[in-house]
């Protein structure tokens, strides 16, 4: 129980409002009384936590009864009591932090730490993306914008997505991606997976992802590193759409492996 508890205290419930509303769920309708003894809140305490959680939503009462009886809501009503009453304060605390607001130096290099944090980012950006998105992921940190990914899919005219995988395999259940290979040359030469995402050529978040404890990006809005991360991630697709097109012949000219193509210090033969 006491994750739980510890979970519902990031969301402004004491311990003994969690253990009062779990006791209900446990247990069902019950008394002041025996929401007391089953949630060990003394009852000195316990109505008043009542009255607290009635006002949150998050119980109901039969006055129907002597004594009065209580009920938990629902698990997906209390759960959508929260998401309301979170959404009230961030719209107030947005009210409040616009008039502090001044204008941020785009221009410059902005960088973000931590795994969680460079993809609560990649995932703004996708959601305000209006015609274009441009992005290079692997297959092993896909599933954070798995759900953007999918709307963007349906709902931008312009969308390119270049595919790394650590053991090859491709399947992400998206249309509109291509497989880049060579990942194991890829790691070996930049020592971990990155992420580079361009949104309607204003902002871009590159950067590198060694695991979930190891990461770091840069975002910014600096025209020139737009154009660069987004030139890149084009070329890249052209060049995989041809070695697509191409298939067995490619293999034939390149090696099975198509490891030729990375040898681009050694001149090609046109003969």
């Known amino acids: 129980m006491d994750k739980i508890i510890n979970l519902l205290k990031k969301f402004n419930f004491t311990e003994s409002e969690s253990k009062v509303y779990i006791a209900l769920l446990k247990n069902g309708l019950g008394t002041g009384y025996e929401i007391s003894k089953n949630s060990s809140v003394p009852r000195s305490k316990v109505y008043n936590i009542i009255e607290t959680l009635i006002g949150k939503g998050c119980i109901v009462v039969c006055k129907e009864t002597t004594p009065l009886k209580y009920s938990a809501v629902p698990i997906e009503e209390f759960i959508d009591n929260i998401k309301n009453n979170v959404n ?65 899919e349906d709902t931008l005219d312009k969308v390119i997505i270049i595919l790394y995988s650590l053991d090859g395999n491709y399947e992400v259940g998206l249309k509109n991606y291509y497989n880049h290979g060579f990942e194991k040359d890829k790691l070996k030469e930049s020592g971990g997976r990155w992420i580079s995402i361009v949104a309607d050529s204003k902002e871009v978040v590159f950067g590198h992802i060694q695991n979930e404890k190891n990461a770091e990006v840069v975002w910014t809005q600096s025209t020139p590193m737009i154009f660069l991360a987004k030139e890149n991630i084009i070329h890249d697709a052209y060049c995989l759409k041809i070695i697509e097109t191409f298939g067995e012949d490619a293999k034939d000219k390149f090696g099975e492996e198509l490891q030729g193509i990375r040898e681009v210090f050694k001149r090609f033969n046109h003969s």
């Open 88 to 152: 009230k304060d961030l719209e107030e605390v947005k009210k409040e932090l616009v008039s502090y607001n001044t204008t941020m130096d785009l221009d410059s290099m902005w960088h973000i730490n931590g795994y969680d944090n460079i993809f609560n980012k990649c995932r703004h950006l996708l959601k305000e993306a209006k015609k274009e998105v441009f992005i290079q992921i692997w297959k092993e940190d896909i599933h954070n914008l798995y759900e953007e990914l999918k709307i963007i």
